[in-house]
């Protein structure tokens, strides 16, 4: 069976009782055991006013994840390009190219990551609510970055400094047929939120490769999928570790951001009963069944990358599961080249 490189997203989940700072620790020490581990990218999220997440600035913590760890790539996953104008976003990624030439990776979305009322006070202004200008703003991202593509773009009239020796990578994120049908024409690597347990992988992965068109930094579509998966000892302590998540996943869908759950106080919750009938492409099992799941994945989507998510409450869990899941895959073949 074919396994491609295989990666990890972080969102700096805070768990009940914890704080926000306990969080981000524990995303750094994830991102050294991944390292260590031989996984291939860690992106960190980008999201705004929840109790739940502790990655809100992804520039400012992929800086300080990228000084403690070695080898492994750090991204975001994502930059919401409509929070932030493309010059402020070019100059952050070119201080960190910089810096750290050759490991960092733009990954970029449209999508608010937040609630509507928050996206005014980080955009400042009604006008500017509406996704209109993501494509534009976007070649302007990339012109900045050294992506030129066409005339009449921004790089044309300023530049982003300091300006960097090397190229971040830039994927375009998304959910959607929009931004698989962008990405395509772009000719960039698409990122499909398959993670987001809302559908649609396979449409959009079509949609994104029968658009593609190639392009300087890309010659063929290249698809990075994203998992929520859990591995564990066993089966039933995976599903055990799961719990929380599930429940976190029902919560938000109804607009509740309160810190993760533990274990316990989850399996106990009045709503898991009904948590557990939703359905999901979570994977979670002990190293054989998660790999099995991770194998129809990658049958099923072609997919070029893989990158994990493993929402859990303690980080025991959750390094436990990356470091099952890198004694179970081939990861000697994550970082490309090596």
């Known amino acids: 069976m074919r396994r491609p490189p295989l990666s990890v997203l972080d969102l700096a989940v805070v768990s009940a009782g914890g704080t926000t700072a306990g969080a981000l620790a524990a995303t750094t020490t994830l991102a050294q055991r991944a390292d260590a581990l031989g996984y291939f990218r860690f992106w960190v999220a980008e999201h705004h006013n929840m109790a739940l997440v502790a990655s809100t600035t992804p520039p400012v913590l992929m800086a300080h994840l990228a000084a403690r760890t070695t080898s492994i790539r750090i991204g975001s996953g994502g930059i919401m390009l409509p929070n932030h104008a493309p010059l402020v976003v070019a100059e952050h990624v070119a201080a960190l190219e910089a810096l750290h030439p050759g490991r960092i990776d733009l990954g970029v979305g449209r999508a608010p990551g937040t609630t509507q009322e928050t996206a005014l006070a980080l955009r400042r202004s009604p006008r500017l609510l509406g996704v209109e200008d993501f494509p534009r703003d976007l070649l302007d991202l990339m012109g900045l970055l050294g992506d030129v593509r066409g005339e009449g773009g921004l790089w044309e009239h300023v530049s982003a400094t300091p300006a960097a020796t090397s190229s971040p990578q830039i994927l375009l994120l998304g959910s959607s047929g929009f931004s698989a049908e962008l990405a395509g024409r772009l000719g960039l690597p698409f990122v ?16 994104y490769r029968a658009a593609f068109k190639p392009s300087a930094v890309l010659e063929e579509p290249h698809v990075l999928v994203t998992a929520n998966v859990i591995v564990a000892d066993t089966d039933d302590v995976a599903d055990r570790e799961a719990g929380p998540g599930r429940l976190m996943s029902r919560h ?29 492409t979570r994977v979670v099992g002990a190293p054989d069944s998660a790999l099995a799941q991770l194998d129809d994945l990658i049958d099923a989507t072609a997919a070029d990358e893989l990158m994990v998510t493993t929402v859990a409450f303690s980080l025991d869990a959750r390094v436990r599961s990356l470091e099952l899941l890198a004694e179970a895959w081939p990861l000697d073949l994550s970082r490309p080249g090596t």
């Open 192 to 207: 499909f939120a398959h993670h987001f347990d809302q559908g649609g992988t396979l449409e959009a992965l079509d949609l």
């Open 252 to 280: 938000i869908r109804s607009g509740r951001f309160a810190p993760l759950l533990s274990p316990d106080v989850a399996a106990a919750h009045p709503e898991m009963a009904v948590a557990r009938l939703a359905p999901t």
